[in-house]
T-cell receptor
Framework: AQSVAQPEDQVNVAEGNPLTVKCTYS??????LFWYVQYPNRGLQFLLKYITGDNLVKGSYGFEAEFNKSQTSFHLKKPSALVSDSALYFC????????????FGSGTKLNVKP | NAGVTQTPKFQVLKTGQSMTLQCAQD?????MYWYRQDPGMGLRLIYYSASEGTTDKGEVPNGYNVSRLNKREFSLRLESAAPSQTSVYFC?????????????FGPGTRLLVL
C-alpha cells in the first residue's frame, strides 16, 4: 500500500528563518511525490513534485524539497520564511499501480510569525 | 481558462435531504476526482473517474454517488445527507496517463448537515 505521513500537525517559525515541513512515505517501488499548499478557504495548489532525477527539487514561491530514498523522506524546505507562507501544507504520493490515485498526508499547518 | 470550478460554494442541509455538488474543468483532462477534507485527516478520495463513462470507488464512497456527465463535468450526489457528511468537498482533475502530471483542485464546497 502507498502512504505518506506528516508527523507534525503544526510548525512555527519566525519570519526570515529557514523552514522545514516533514513528510515520509511508504511505497513499493519508485515514488511519485508531490507537495501542495492550501490557503484559508481555498483549494489546494501545486508546489512541486519529484518523479525522478535530482534529489533536490525546486518549486513555486521559493520552496524546494529534498528526496531521500534511504530515509524515505521528502521534506519541504525554504531558506527564508515569509509571513505569507503561513498556510496548510500537504504531502502526497501517486499510486504507481493506479496513476489515478493519490494518497495525501494529514497536513501540516505552518505559522510564520513576524 | 477557469481551471476547475465547483458549485455551490456553501450549503446547509438537514439530515435526510439530498443534493448534488457540481464540478467542471476546462483543461481537457481525462481524470476527475472527488475528495472530502476533514480536520486532521487530510484529503480522502470518495470517487474518481478515469475517463468519460467510467467511475470507481475511492477510500470513502459510502453514502455518495457520482456521475461523469461528459469529459468536462463530474457530479457528486448525496442521496440522504447525514451529519457525518459535514465536510469540505474538493473536486480535482488530472491527466492520468502522464505520471508527472499533478492534480488541479477546485475552490471547494463547504457542506454542513444539521
Amino acid at each position: 500500500a502507498q502512504s505518506v505521513a506528516q508527523p507534525e500537525d503544526q510548525v512555527n517559525v519566525a519570519e526570515g528563518n529557514p523552514l522545514t515541513v516533514k513528510c515520509t512515505y511508504s511505497v513499493s517501488g519508485n515514488p511519485y511525490l508531490f507537495w501542495y499548499v492550501q490557503y484559508p478557504n481555498r483549494g489546494l495548489q501545486f508546489l512541486l513534485k519529484y518523479i525522478t532525477g535530482d534529489n533536490l527539487v525546486k518549486g513555486s514561491y521559493g520552496f524546494e524539497a529534498e528526496f531521500n530514498k534511504s530515509q524515505t523522506s521528502f521534506h519541504l524546505k525554504k531558506p527564508s520564511a515569509l509571513v505569507s507562507d503561513s498556510a496548510l501544507y500537504f504531502c502526497a504520493v501517486r499510486d504507481m499501480y493506479n496513476f489515478n490515485k493519490f494518497y495525501f498526508g494529514s497536513g501540516t499547518k505552518l505559522n510564520v510569525k513576524p | 481558462n477557469a481551471g476547475v470550478t465547483q458549485t455551490p460554494k456553501f450549503q446547509v442541509l438537514k439530515t435526510g435531504q439530498s443534493m448534488t455538488l457540481q464540478c467542471a474543468q476546462d483543461m481537457n483532462h481525462n481524470s476527475m476526482y472527488w475528495y472530502r477534507q476533514d480536520p486532521g485527516m487530510g484529503l480522502r478520495l470518495i470517487y474518481y473517474s478515469a475517463s468519460e463513462g467510467t467511475t470507481d470507488k475511492g477510500e470513502v464512497p459510502n453514502g455518495y454517488n457520482v456521475s461523469r456527465l461528459n469529459k468536462r463535468e463530474f457530479s457528486l450526489r448525496l442521496e440522504s445527507a447525514a451529519p457525518s457528511q459535514t465536510s469540505v468537498y474538493f473536486c480535482a482533475s488530472s491527466e492520468w496517463a502522464q505520471v508527472q502530471e499533478t492534480q488541479y483542485f477546485g475552490p471547494g464546497t463547504r457542506l454542513l448537515v444539521l
